[in-house]
């Protein structure tokens, strides 16, 4: 039922510009691992459908950290795909994120 509504509403976009979505769990964590159930069944169910209708950018949460991702496509680096970007401190101490595969930038200070 949620995958419905959400293909609905980005195929509903399509003419729009941009195109992004706010989520809890993060598809590409920072902190922590890939692997977790909910991240994968994130990639599994939602990434299909963010590369199907071209999601600018990904909003994630769950990890208090700030990292933007490398544009993906299909689990891999690509020009055309999806920037996921992290959902920083929050009102938390920054925690650091680990070196992935598909981070570009990642902060763990306080501005």
Do not use: C
């Not at 922590?32 to 169910?45: D, H």
């Amino acid at each position: 039922e949620q995958l419905e509504w959400l293909e609905g509403k980005l195929r509903d976009s399509l003419a729009k510009p941009f195109r992004t979505a706010l989520y809890h769990t993060p598809l590409y964590p920072g902190r922590r691992e890939i692997t977790e159930k909910l991240t994968k069944e994130g990639r599994e169910y939602w990434m299909p459908v963010f590369d199907k209708y071209h999601l600018s950018v990904g909003f994630e949460n769950h990890d208090h950290i700030y990292k933007r991702t490398y544009p993906l496509k299909d689990d891999k680096i690509d020009s055309t795909g999806t920037i996921y970007i992290g959902d920083g401190a929050w009102g938390v101490s920054p925690r650091k994120a680990k070196s992935r595969w598909y981070i570009e930038n990642s902060v763990s200070n306080v501005n």
